[in-house]
């Protein structure tokens, strides 16, 4: 009954594989959804940006 071992080991390994292939950060679902979720994400990362550069441009026209 060597077998028996052998799928545990089995059985660690590929919940060590699952548990790094999460920390990757592989996403799952629909391409084009996540595609438009991420660009949706950037779009409101640049507005951001864009609304701490004008800030700091009106900081440095009133100085």
Do not use: T
């Amino acid at each position: 009954m060597a077998r028996g071992n052998q799928r545990e080991l089995a059985r660690q390994k590929n919940l060590k594989k699952q548990q790094e292939n999460s920390k990757n950060g592989k996403k799952a679902g629909d391409p084009k959804k996540r595609m438009e979720s991420d660009a949706e994400i950037l779009r409101k990362k640049q507005q951001a940006a864009d609304e701490r550069k004008a800030l700091e441009q009106q900081k440095v026209d009133k100085k």
